[in-house]
């Protein structure tokens, strides 16, 4: 697959094109790519996905607390994953925003040569969100393309979208909101300094730098799966503000013990999926009583993950 990671300097024809955000490319993300990818190789077509970064809610509505379920390199190993031939990365900002819907879409002609377009079921795009599914259809006439959009992708009678999994993972609905994903949750960190306590007390973790913008699960202690130096691991992942320990307020953290591991992996990539929640995180009266809680947690993980 080709990343490409602006419009300006590409020149395609006939390609068979959908558009959006795709922030977590969940299930009805998937359902969408995979229909244009089959249809487009059937056609001897290129499938091409155009998407944003920084996401269109974080410029037009200014949306600046922990909000993204992919990076942009995540996202683009799930589309390679799909089928799709070259994604496009565009930069979002206030002047693409402000762009009437038909402009925007005479852009995209001249630089890809659309031939069908294949639009999620509330898909809109242009300023004030003006170039809706029937705009865009009228627009294909003109210019020369084919439009079809994809009923809303439902589970469980519920319709998936990336804001029911930020809500999920949010209340610390791991599991919940891996069935919308189809796939365990994921977030990826380099190992930091922390203050060491884990150590002192025979539970050394690993302290990630997690990206600021990335929505973590809610805080609490979590059974998870851990991957470093392609190597996977049973972990017990704490996500807080370590109330045994602190008395004054302090930023979340996420670190995670990795079971029966021990090195240094200061400065590594460690990655954490997130299979199911154990307990919320807790002040206890005592080390010791926190130690006796961890030894639980671990026991109960290593069931969960066997």
Same mark, same amino acid.
């Given at each position: ?122 898909? %809109?795009?242009?300023? *004030? +969100?003006?170039?809706? $599914? &029937?705009?865009?259809?009228?627009? /294909?006439?003109?210019? #020369?393309? @084919? !439009? ?29 909101? %891996?069935?919308?994903? *189809? +796939?365990?949750?994921? $977030? &990826?960190?380099?190992?930091?300094? /922390?203050?060491?306590? #884990?150590? @002192? !007390? ?105």
């Amino acid at each position: 697959m080709q990343h490409l990671f602006s419009l300006v300097d590409i020149q395609l024809h006939g390609v068979w094109l959908t558009i959006g955000s795709f922030d977590g490319v969940h299930l009805g993300h998937q359902e969408i790519i995979r229909k244009l990818t089959a249809e487009a190789h059937l056609n001897g077509a290129s499938a091409v996905v155009l998407t944003f970064y920084p996401h269109p809610a974080t410029v037009v509505r200014k949306r600046d607390f922990p909000f993204y379920l992919t990076t942009p390199e995540e996202k683009a190993e799930l589309m390679e994953s799909l089928g799709v031939d070259i994604l496009i990365t565009h930069p979002f900002n206030k002047q693409i925003a402000s762009t009437p819907a038909k402009e925007f879409m005479n852009m995209l002609h001249r630089h890809l040569g659309i031939k069908h377009l294949r639009m999620g079921y509330d898909f %809109a795009l242009g300023r *004030n +969100r003006e170039g809706n $599914i &029937s705009k865009l259809s009228e627009y /294909g006439k003109e210019l #020369g393309y @084919t !439009i079809e959009a994809t009923e809303a992708f439902k589970l469980d009678d519920q319709i998936v979208s990336s804001s029911r999994i930020r809500f999920l993972l949010g209340v610390g609905q791991v599991e919940e909101a %891996a069935k919308l994903l *189809n +796939r365990n949750y994921r $977030i &990826s960190g380099t190992v930091i300094l /922390g203050d060491q306590r #884990g150590r @002192t !007390i025979g539970f050394p973790t690993a302290n990630l730098d997690i990206w600021k913008m990335r929505t973590i699960p809610a805080a609490g202690v979590y059974a998870c799966l851990a991957k470093v130096n392609d190597t996977t691991l049973g972990a017990v992942a704490n996500i807080g503000v370590r109330p045994t320990f602190e008395n004054t307020p302090v930023p979340p953290r996420v670190e995670a013990h990795l079971i029966d591991f021990q090195g240094n992996i200061y400065g590594d990539l460690v990655s954490l999926e997130f299979i199911t929640r154990l307990r919320d995180e807790q002040r206890f009266s005592s080390v010791e009583d926190l130690v006796n809680q961890i030894e639980h947690d671990i026991r109960v993980a290593r069931q969960i993950l066997a």
